[in-house]
């Protein structure tokens, strides 16, 4: 069912039910999240199963923002290395996931059994509600994978969410996301700030505030964590995705002419199509503005009977750069 998050009685009736090891769906800036008290590893089974997600694969552990959230944070990770601090300190509450060193005996079901954990701390004032709830229940963070089957695309409002996993699971409902993609997620455990996700907080806002280069994972020589945000086939809508430049998106319609019907396109150029029946939606020229709208795009085109999905390449500069890799790894499902 969907509760309104502006609601104090559902708010606490979710801490309530999430204190007793159940799961419920929440909103926040990037995408709605699957929750779970990351301090039980049998509330934290419950998504895992939900998801069909792999048990290897780490999840984000959520925690409120101020002096609570501090407290949480020295539970679940050992002492934050300085440059983390700054980050800390310069984006949250925001969409950033540090991934930092677990502290001992919690949290080992969210973290996947890795001796790492990632935190996050969401700006979405109905999140930090429910965070702010839970701790009131003894319950000091909320893992929360994205609310979606495993490998599909993220949901950005409650009815996604709804769609995904049926009526049974508590959804609370605070509108659509308004980043629209997921937290970009900065590994802190290696020495050196590495860029293990993209998305709406930039690369050249991190180097800013660490004061040095952001790191690729090649360039560290531990293994690669397993970040499924990181797998090369993800985020796919049920029709196949291709990303083309505007003129060979022309040169397919024009080709295909009246036979286009099955193909939707999102592009920022305009184009034209002998079918009437070909749905093309308006890509934003603005990567703000793209992120957001990227997620119900795909879905609205799925829902539309779409058997093709032709995209414009995102341009190549830094503000774009969440929007391309998802895109690229939807494209590679
Ligand atoms: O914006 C977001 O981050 C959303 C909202 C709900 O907060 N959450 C989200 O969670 O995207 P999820 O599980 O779909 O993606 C989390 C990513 C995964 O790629 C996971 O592998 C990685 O974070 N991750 C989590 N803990 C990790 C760890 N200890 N080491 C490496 N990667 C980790
Ligand atoms: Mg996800």
């Known amino acids: 069912m969907i509760l309104d998050g502006h609601s104090p009685d559902a708010i606490h009736q979710a801490a309530v039910l999430l204190r007793g090891g159940g799961l419920v769906a929440f909103p926040t800036e990037t995408v709605y999240g699957l929750g779970a008290d990351?301090?039980?590893?049998?509330?934290?089974?419950?998504?895992?199963?939900?998801?069909?997600?792999?048990?290897?694969?780490?999840?984000?552990?959520?925690?409120?923002?101020?002096?609570?959230?501090?407290?949480?944070?020295?539970?679940?990770?050992?002492?934050?290395?300085?440059?983390a601090a700054l980050l800390v300190k310069a984006f949250w509450p925001g969409p950033l996931t540090l991934i930092v060193t677990r502290q001992h005996g919690v949290g080992a079901a969210a973290a996947g059994g890795q001796d790492t954990i990632g935190l996050r701390c969401p700006a979405h004032p109905v999140a930090q509600a429910l965070l702010a709830a839970c701790m009131a229940q003894g319950v000091p963070g909320l893992a929360g994978p994205s609310a979606n089957r495993f490998g599909r695309v993220s949901p950005t409002t409650a009815a996604h969410v709804q769609h995904e996993f049926g009526d049974d699971l508590m959804v609370i409902d605070g509108g659509p996301c308004h980043v629209g993609i997921e937290s970009t997620i900065v590994d802190c455990s290696r020495g050196a700030p590495v860029l293990l996700r993209p998305g709406g907080i930039t690369r050249a806002q991190i180097e800013a505030v660490c004061g040095e280069r952001v790191r690729e994972p090649a360039e560290l020589a531990q293994p690669d964590p397993r970040a499924s945000g990181t797998l090369e086939a993800h985020y796919a809508p049920n029709a196949k995705l291709r990303l083309m430049d505007a003129r060979a998106l022309q040169t397919g319609l024009d080709v295909l002419g009246a036979d286009a019907a099955h193909i939707?396109?999102?592009?920022?150029?305009?184009?034209?199509?002998?079918?009437?029946?070909?749905?093309?939606?308006?890509?934003?020229?603005?990567?703000?503005?793209?992120?957001?709208?990227?997620?119900?795009?795909?879905?609205?085109?799925?829902?539309?009977?779409?058997?093709?999905?032709?995209?414009?390449?995102?341009?190549?500069?830094?503000?774009?750069?969440?929007?391309?890799?998802?895109?690229?790894?939807?494209?590679?499902a």
Not at 47 to 59: M, Q, T, V
Not at 67 to 80: N, Y
């Open 38 to 83: 990351a301090t039980s590893d049998t509330a934290v089974a419950g998504i895992f199963a939900a998801k069909g997600r792999p048990s290897d694969h780490p999840l984000i552990v959520h925690v409120a923002s101020g002096v609570a959230g501090a407290e949480a944070v020295s539970r679940f990770a050992q002492p934050l290395p300085p440059f």
């Open 264 to 332: 939707a396109v999102w592009s920022r150029s305009l184009l034209t199509s002998r079918s009437q029946r070909v749905r093309q939606r308006r890509m934003p020229d603005d990567a703000v503005a793209a992120a957001q709208q990227l997620f119900a795009v795909l879905r609205e085109f799925d829902a539309g009977g779409a058997k093709l999905i032709w995209i414009e390449t995102p341009p190549d500069s830094p503000e774009w750069e969440g929007v391309r890799d998802r895109l690229r790894r939807a494209a590679a």
